[in-house]
């Protein structure tokens, strides 16, 4: 496939195709724009200025941290207000500013570097926005009032359970997190189903940007990995407000299980920190040193056994917890292990370096910094994977030294360069004003003296989260100094951003591709148009404008797929995952209000409970449901279109015309979350069964043989039920006897997951009575689910949006409608099997 | 979708062999584990069982190779890597005390 040459084309298509994708993309207008679009650019935007809200945020109470820590005996804070401040800046750091941030940084930058026009779910991604916007908000006010939470970023039970932080600060932490991880697994979902399927035309796995790579195993990972703190999040907050004994050990519960479910979660956190860094490293470094990444394949093969590897450390934070050596020492073993694949990478970046010739630009400065840094911090970390310096320095400043060294050395520092490097990009301006390289050199050596004093402190005994010292502790030098330089640091921070803001808005216009780079997000109008690509645009090769030099003017003109916008609707290209073939063109939603409304109620939801609000609550979730169907109602179409023009003399057929439209794929993701925190609760139960004290309970739920077949008959109704759907909306036969079967299913299922309820009334007597309850909750849940969807498709079916060829709306209610019977039998087979065997 | 399985599970099988073990130490220190039964011969024979599962899945992205290039390498690089977790990470069940 060849494009013609620039000189055969017209001059003036290029501007009148500009002129009408543009009337096409664009956002509402003024002040309705900010709650109605969904344009990456603009839902990036949002989430940068946020996330760096938040940074400033997280950097004042840290401040106020060091402040406290300055001197011994200090009376600048109470105890209680110092546990709220640090609680908060972990808080706030981890959850607020790291995640959102490089969320950010994906949804402006992967639609370009991939060569389509926008995110897979746009308004998915405004959603994620606004529940994030609400759920930090939340956070940030309850701070204001005094009513922040103060057990930790960690929140370890007993010390977060009601007897030990009464009032609202732990739940304000529990409901407030939650949601934000409901925005971050939003936004993962619509990443990954962005990067397997919206990519340029020819642009196989082996041509995709590196930092594709990396983005999409960290987005596989926030599916993994946060589930368990949800559930964990769950259980802490239903025993808070309903007394149900998941962590009280008299009960039968365990607070190390909290531990456990943290920590499966909180570890990988770490990595899908560090890991957007590294991809934006891989990205710059071979670009600033003129020259290509030395060892691609090597690099994507170290991601993913990062990524993967991360999952066997989380024991490594609880090696003081009394688990017998066996435990300590496998987690001991892989804890070092993944200093393999981090190595790796970085003797691919030292490689680069070396095989190319280094302009050190302020990116590049940025750069050495995390060089000089991260290092030194996965050192330390590889000396806290051996298990007896680990006993030592537990809980001391040489762990808060470490993770400061991890993660504002192989995060922060990476993201400022990510920033300067992209700056053009996003912001159409070269940089004029130089206080950036005043600002990096106040910032990496004050922050190399204060965390290196920090060490040195935990090093010689310095507890963490202890609210002062004595003064014939030693640790007053130490202290002073890492104080002083962290306001030092603070304000080189305060500089860097004062210059991104003030070269943002006020700097010289700059030229398309300054750098010289070879991915596709430079082929663009700087900055970016909210359409992306004039057309979609046809790569062969890893480093597409490298191999032709042309190719930005031959997008521009509509050479690429899909250069025509007399269709006059937000069209882009979906391409087959390994080998990047045109296989469907997807038609993108317009400017709505409904994410901004849905995220509301949603926020509504997890909010109203901190207010003993559970009315409101309830009725927000109906509200929830009532605007997601709204939403669903939108997309489709009545007609069949059949194939259309995608240029290039093929002929596609539209996604919503194929038995896997984007909402199959993004389902798939979604259910891989839901089965993760379903295993979660699986492993709960375990645990709690092996290892909590005070079990066995004393008695087993009786499974009754009615409930049994009510269940075995329901889960065949359900799995039958919708595939006789689809194959009858495939013959264009009736769906309704189906969809009937499959409704009758799901109700059978959710009498016997009631009878479990029925038979165990005290969910607060035991947790093992809770965990039934939760295990039946579970199914519940999904028969919910599952109804509402096939009635759903009832509805869809009369008013004309199936037909044999839009069917895939059948298919993504017989997937959930599948997993519904899969986790639902297994739930109920947890409930029933002990007393069985009893 | 076979490219990216054959990229995602021999390291995932990796993932849960390391998890079923540890879980399987964790059952042979509780109160269910019968008398008689040797925890660590189990142990044992559970990690020749992940490491062999490994191998397996070494040979499966070797035999059945993808014809992308850089899928084959990249899995097999994974697969190999995998193998070498399996038998570094279990090794403890060779040496450290079982439920001290």
Known sequence: MTLPSPASQPRGKALRLHLALARIWASDQRIRGWFTSSNNNDIGSLFLIVATSFFVIGGILAMLIRAQLATPDSAFMEPQVYNQIFTMHGTVMMFLFAIPFFEAMSMLLLPGMLGTRDMAFPRLGAYGLWVYIFGGSAVIIAMLMGLAPDGGWFMYPPLSSAAFSPGIGADVWLLGITSIEVSAIATAIEVIVTVLRYRAAGMSLSRMPIFAWYILVVSVMILTAFPPMILGSLLLEVERALNWPFFQVENGGDPLLWQHLFWLFGHPEVYIIFLPAAGMIATILPVMARTNLLGYGWVVAAAVSLAVLSFGLWVHHMFTTGIPHMGLAFFSAASTLVAVPTSVMIFSWIGTLWKGRARMGLPMLWIMGFFATFVIGGLTGVMLAVVPFNWQVHDTHFVVAHLHYVLIGGYVFPMIAAIYYFMPLLTGRTRFFKLGEVAFWLVVPSFHITFLSVHMAGLLGQRRRTWTYDADQGWTALNLVASIASFVMAIGFALTILDVAVNAFVAVRGRRNPWGAGTLEWAGAIPSPAYGFASIPIVQGRYPLHDDPDLALHIARGEGYLGDASRIRRETLIVSTARGEPLQVVVLPGNSVLPFLLAVVTSTSFLAPLFDAYIVAGLALVAVVALALVWAWGLGGRVDEGHVDAGHGAMLPLASECRDPPGWWGSVFLLLADGVHFGSLLFGYAFLWTVAPNWPPHSYLQPQLWAVIVALTGALALTAGPRLAVRAIAKGGTAWPAITLGIVGSLALAIAAASVMLDRPGPARHAYDATLWLLAGHVGLHTILSAIMLCYLAARVAAGYASPARIGEAGIVKLWADFTVATGLVALAAAWLPGAFA | ?100
């Not at chain 2, 011969?41 to 070494?58: E, G, K, N």
């Not at chain 2, 084959?72 to 069940?93: E, F, H, I, S, Y």
């Open chain 2, 1 to 100: 979708m076979i490219d990216i399985l054959r990229l995602s599970l021999p390291i995932t099988v990796w993932l849960a062999g390391f998890s079923a073990v540890y879980a399987l130490q964790g059952l042979s220190c509780s109160r269910h584990w019968p008398a008689d039964l040797d925890a660590r011969q189990v142990l044992l024979a559970a990690y020749a069982v992940a490491i062999v599962l490994q191998l397996i899945a070494l040979l499966a992205v070797l035999y059945a190779p993808s014809k992308a290039r850089f899928v084959q390498t990249t899995a097999t690089v994974l697969a190999a890597t995998a193998l070498g977790a399996a038998v570094w990470t279990l090794m403890p069940v060779l040496a450290t005390s079982v439920c001290l």
